[in-house]
């Protein structure tokens, strides 16, 4: 993200309003990709998400991110993944 608003292809920067906030925040030609960053799976509470949307509409395309951790016997892999949150997710 900070290498695509080095190179002059959207601007990076947080959202905050009230007590919501958003980790992320790229604005590109074409509107906002919003990106919360979690520390596991879980994407039960993303307030800050929801309230961008609703601040935003359809202008903003929201992701998370976390992390999930696979074991087997003694070794362990940490795999980063992310989902793109359709609008139905965020009511």
């Known amino acids: 993200m900070g290498n695509m608003a080095a190179r002059g292809l959207g601007e ?3 959202w905050r309003e009230h007590n ?3 980790d992320f925040v790229v604005r590109t030609g074409k509107g906002l ?8 799976p879980q994407r039960d509470a993303l307030p ?3 309230a961008l949307r609703r601040r935003f509409g359809r ?3 929201c992701w ?3 992390t999930v951790l696979l074991s087997k016997n003694s070794s362990s ?4 993944i992310g989902w ?8």
Do not use: Y
């Not at 990709?33 to 596991?40: D, Q, T």
């Not at 793109?84 to 009511?91: D, G, K, T, V």
């Open 77 to 80: 892999v940490r795999l980063s």
């Open 12 to 14: 990076l920067f947080s």
């Open 64 to 66: 998370w991110v976390g």
């Open 48 to 50: 800050g998400m929801e």
């Open 33 to 40: 990709i919003a990106i919360e960053v979690k520390s596991g």
């Open 84 to 91: 793109h949150m359709a609008e139905s997710h965020l009511q």
């Open 20 to 22: 919501w906030e958003v």
């Open 59 to 61: 202008r903003a395309s």
